[in-house]
């Protein structure tokens, strides 16, 4: 017999329980961060405790918000989840997910993200695999060279130039769907008294107007095994892209490995040799629904897509997202409306989750198990869920 867990909000006399209990589930190194010994605006952190009021499990729900076709959708991106090694595979996991769940819900959120260690425990709990962040090592020496454009001016930026970087990144990410706004409570107090993000900032403007920007890391030596690890590299333009390729390139002689996370789609990847790159890092990255209705009528949906199709859901965590749903999609917008009666489509929410975030079609999700039918119906008229292209990030958490 299960011995019963509670799970609750942590407050300030847990955090010192809940960075051990984290420590030593991820092998963190033994000084602690100060943003651990405080309450941090943007972020609610849950523990699970056994009957004699030990802290046996934590997650933290980050109240991100994610870009969908140019709106802001409300997300808690969960992160830190750990669980005590005597008390794991006795439902401690569960519990604390269904709690955060629950608590998102309350305070406004659509959506959740978050990167697994291993994914089965959160499949359980209804987040499914959509997509993964890509860390890819090229040859700097490989990178096009070109002359300089004389109509772009590159510069090193300062603290100064920050705002006018956060704003050419949401250019970039706003009309992409799952990235991260990077506005809020929870990134204002991580910016605060913070220099630049990194090692350097390098800025392309035209007629003094940012168009593109590369943030970096020099690491260490100037031998073979020297790596320059770009953080970020976002432009508007492909002159931009083009010039800032040509920047990161003149780093050959001296750091001859380029790392960086590629974005599909955008302005700089065309002019990256990607053909030879080879994989550094890849974290595979999964979400889930917090609240179906609010998820479909928060976002922003093509406006040349439209249509209606009932399903069924079935949310074993969040029973509120569960029953028979009209989904109505016009003009930009979409609704869902609950209806009575079985719908012919029946999906899980998983199967919700793949549509949404564009990583699979009906078709494929079907054959996974994710969405039952009758043979005589046919599952694509649920492709309007997934409208709108995939899910990207570019931020780990």
Same mark, same amino acid.
Request: hydrophobic content about 45%; proline content about 6%.
């Given at each position: 017999m *299960?011995?019963?867990?509670?799970? &609750?909000? @942590?407050? #300030?006399?847990? +955090?010192?329980? $809940?960075? /051990?209990? %984290? ?19 943007g ?44 008390? *794991?595979?006795?439902g401690?996991? &569960?519990? @604390?997910? #269904?709690?955060? +769940?629950?608590? $998102?819900? /309350?305070? %406004?959120?659509?959506?959740s ?5 291993i994914a ?17 090592n ?27 970087v ?7 990410? *706003?009309?992409?769907?799952g ?32 168009v ?57 990847s ?21 609240d ?106």
């Amino acid at each position: 017999m *299960r011995d019963p867990l509670h799970v &609750r909000e @942590l407050g #300030t006399d847990d +955090l010192d329980a $809940a960075w /051990e209990l %984290g420590r030593f589930a991820f092998g963190s190194d033994t000084q602690r961060p100060a943003s651990t010994t405080v309450v941090v605006p943007g972020m609610t952190r849950y523990g699970a405790f056994d009957d004699s009021g030990r802290l046996v499990g934590k997650a933290v729900d980050l109240h991100h918000d994610q870009w969908w076709s140019g709106r802001a959708v409300p997300a808690a991106d969960v992160a830190g989840v750990a669980v005590a090694p005597e008390a *794991r595979g006795r439902g401690a996991g &569960r519990a @604390l997910l #269904t709690g955060l +769940l629950r608590g $998102a819900r /309350e305070r %406004g959120a659509a959506v959740s993200a978050l990167y697994p260690t291993i994914a089965a425990p959160y499949r359980a709990c209804g987040w499914e695999t959509t997509g993964v962040l890509r860390t890819v090592n090229v040859a700097t020496a490989a990178l096009p060279r070109h002359r300089p454009s004389p109509d772009l001016s590159v510069r090193a930026g300062t603290t100064a130039d920050l705002p006018a970087v956060a704003d050419l990144y949401e250019r970039v990410a *706003r009309h992409r769907n799952g990235m991260l706004t990077r506005r809020g409570e929870l990134f204002d107090f991580f910016a605060a008294d913070r220099g630049l993000p990194g090692d350097g900032l390098t800025l392309v403007q035209a007629d003094g107007e940012l168009v593109g920007y590369a943030t970096w890391q020099r690491g260490r030596g100037y031998g073979a095994d020297s790596v320059l690890t770009v953080d970020e590299a976002l432009a508007v333009t492909p002159d931009a892209a083009r010039e800032l390729v040509g920047v990161l390139g003149s780093w050959a002689s001296v750091a001859p490995t380029l790392r960086l996370c590629p974005l599909d789609g955008d302005a700089v990847s065309p002019h990256l040799p990607l053909e030879s790159a080879r994989d550094h890092e890849r974290d595979l990255w999964m979400h889930r629904p917090v609240d179906v209705a609010r998820a479909v009528a928060a976002r922003g949906w093509p406006t040349h897509a439209r249509g209606v199709v009932d399903f069924g859901l079935t949310d074993a965590l969040a029973d509120w997202n569960t029953g028979t749903w009209r989904l109505t999609v016009t003009d930009g917008t979409a609704e869902l409306t609950r209806v009575s009666g079985e719908a012919d489509l029946r999906l899980d929410v998983r199967g919700f989750a793949l549509l949404y975030a564009g990583a699979a079609q009906a078709r494929a999700v079907a054959q996974a198990g994710l969405l039952h039918h009758s043979p005589a119906v046919d599952p694509a008229a649920l492709d309007l869920l997934g409208a709108g292209g995939p899910a990207q990030l570019l931020d780990y958490f």
